[in-house]
T-cell receptor
Framework: KNEVEQSPQNLTAQEGEFITINCSYS?????LHWLQQHPGGGIVSLFM???GKKKHGRLIATINIQEKHSSLHITASHPRDSAVYIC???????????FGTGTRLKVLA | DVKVTQSSRYLVKRTGEKVFLECVQD?????MFWYRQDPGLGLRLIYF???????EKGDIPEGYSVSREKKERFSLILESASTNQTSMYLC???????????FGDGTRLSIL
């Protein structure tokens, strides 16, 4: 079993839909990151969380430390949101990051 | 804005060749990382460096070595390239604080 599990692996939505991507992890962490990867490879950081909730535009990320679970929500989805979303955790006491396998999101116009 | 630059976007090499992948960052970050990304497996850490001339093996170091002679540059070396090293290679840099990593655009390497 992977130390970081994401669901779903693939997601297709209609423009305007509310989207949720989930991430569960099994190790102690100092922080959790949500990343976005567009076709072509470049990865950008969307959020870094150690507790609670963060919002940036139409994106919301939450984390429940006790349950070792995080969610990424996209409100009013748009075709430009189509990308792979990756959950990554920084294991406690290390410089290392452990990555989920990603959720491939496609938003149709 | 932090910039992490990888020397090539696409690279084709032959089996047995020695391959160098270069990565440069411009933000004076202490930590630098090399990952490979394969379908269904996510990003896996090959090596990381937390200071000049310092390196630690990641999860899949076999067949690779690294060099960090200057703080801004971290090189990944495939000593004798093999077809199972065909992959997307991503470099990242970061501080020792709990801050996001910054990624390069990746190098898609094909070994024939």
């Amino acid at each position: 079993k992977n130390e970081v599990e994401q669901s779903p692996q693939n997601l297709t939505a209609q423009e305007g839909e509310f989207i949720t991507i989930n991430c569960s992890y099994s190790v102690g962490i100092s922080a959790l990151h949500w990343l976005q990867q567009h076709p072509g490879g470049g990865i950008v950081s969307l959020f870094m969380l150690s507790s609670g909730k963060k919002k940036h535009g139409r994106l919301i990320a939450t984390i429940n430390i006790q349950e070792k679970h995080s969610s990424l929500h996209i409100t009013a989805s748009h075709p430009r949101d189509s990308a792979v979303y990756i959950c990554a955790v920084r294991a406690s006491g290390t410089y290392k990051y452990i990555f989920g396998t990603g959720t491939r999101l496609k938003v149709l116009a | 804005d932090v910039k992490v630059t990888q020397s090539s976007r696409y690279l084709v090499k032959r089996t047995g060749e020695k391959v160098f992948l270069e990565c440069v960052q411009d933000m004076d970050h202490e930590n630098m990382f090399w990952y490979r990304q394969d379908p269904g497996l996510g990003l896996r850490l090959i090596y990381f460096s937390y200071d000049v001339k310092m390196k630690e093996k990641g999860d899949i170091p076999e067949g690779y070595s690294v060099s960090r002679e200057k703080k801004e540059r971290f090189s990944l070396i495939l000593e004798s390239a093999s077809t199972n090293q065909t992959s997307m290679y991503l470099c990242a840099s970061g501080t020792q604080l709990n801050q996001p990593q910054h990624f390069g655009d990746g190098t898609r390497l094909s070994i024939l």
